[in-house]
């Protein structure tokens, strides 16, 4: 690892947090590594570039258009990099596909990426006029749409107060009932933001419901529970998880998970005796998250609220 792992084997763009990850991550000749959101490929030729000459890198996503340009920034690394379409929640059976009995690192590189919020017709940004999608895979059912314009008032706020954690999500699902039905980014994002007004932060208005709505379209966040807790029963000794968050919902999950499997007991506090028989299978290597500097943050304003977290299979 080192400098001479950069951007050019990133295609030009240089991921969040990217020598991070590959510090963190560790990767090493003959390893064997998954990227569960391979998004365009950037942290993953990283790694190929790092666990050369033999490592190799299966890369996961649920965005068909996004495994189309890794595909191709990758194939270079033809032979050691497994693209496959579908979500890190499945990584065991991925594994037995490929006939992998273990791995030594897992990363997570949570979201929505620049690439899908560049564009419009994917329905993610209230930036811009779009479909009402926010799917990161287009071939599951349900949208945003069906959320905004199919859930009661109660349900709206309940959504949009727990993912998003909008302060005032009972104004803003009243006026998302009282203006459907919704087709386009646009019309929501006009209707969320009077409703939501301007807070202190210097965020839009509307960032927060899109959050919310983007969450339960994809069931992110039961979809990152499950993927951790697989990760841990596949790493081997030393493998370890290293995941980038960008809101406080999953970077909180993250650091219970790490915490919670590095204990040796689980028990209530005030209990006598251990009953749980839970074994401490992770050291965290992260007490705190690593945050980005101030000039990768410059150049790649998205990187701002990047969090990213490890822990090391015991």
């Known amino acids: 690892m080192g400098a001479s792992i950069d951007a050019a084997h990133t295609g030009g763009h240089t991921p969040v947090l990217y020598q991070r990850v590959l510090y963190a991550l560790k990767p090493k000749a003959g390893g064997r590594y998954i990227d569960g959101t391979i998004g365009a490929g950037g942290h993953a030729a990283g790694i190929l570039e790092a666990c050369s000459p033999d490592g190799q890198v299966l890369g996961l996503d649920l965005d068909p258009a996004a495994l189309a340009v890794a595909r191709d920034r990758l194939a270079s690394y033809s032979g050691r990099v497994h693209l496959r379409h579908g979500s890190y929640v499945n990584i065991a059976a991925f594994l037995a596909w490929l006939g992998w009995q273990a791995i030594d690192g897992l990363l997570l590189d949570l979201g929505v990426s620049s690439m899908q919020l560049s564009d419009a017709a994917r329905g993610f940004s209230f930036r811009l006029e779009g479909p009402l999608d926010m799917r ?9 749409a069906d959320l905004v314009n199919n859930l009661s008032e109660q349900e709206l706020a309940d959504l949009i107060a727990r993912y998003g954690e909008e302060p005032r999500a009972r104004k803003v699902a009243r006026a998302i009932v009282n203006a459907r039905p919704f087709t386009t980014t646009r019309e929501l994002s006009e209707v969320v933001a009077r409703a939501a007004g301007r807070g202190r932060k210097r965020i839009h208005p509307a960032t927060r419901t899109f959050q919310a709505l983007r969450i339960v379209v994809n069931d992110e966040l039961e979809a990152l529970k499950a993927g951790l807790s697989q990760a841990v029963d596949l790493l081997n000794p030393g493998g370890r998880i290293v995941v980038i968050a960008f809101h406080s919902l ?7 998970f790490f915490r919670q499997e590095s204990l040796e007991c689980i028990c209530p506090p005030r209990q006598p005796v251990c009953t749980c028989a839970h074994r401490a299978r992770l050291r965290v290597i992260t007490r705190r998250p690593i945050r980005p500097q101030e000039a990768e ?10 969090r990213l977290r490890v822990a090391e299979r015991l």
Do not use: L
């Open 136 to 144: 990161f895979d287009p071939t599951q059912a349900t949208t945003a």
């Open 297 to 306: 943050v410059q150049g790649n304003p998205r990187a701002r609220s990047a």
């Open 250 to 256: 999953e970077d909180r999950q993250v650091k219970r």
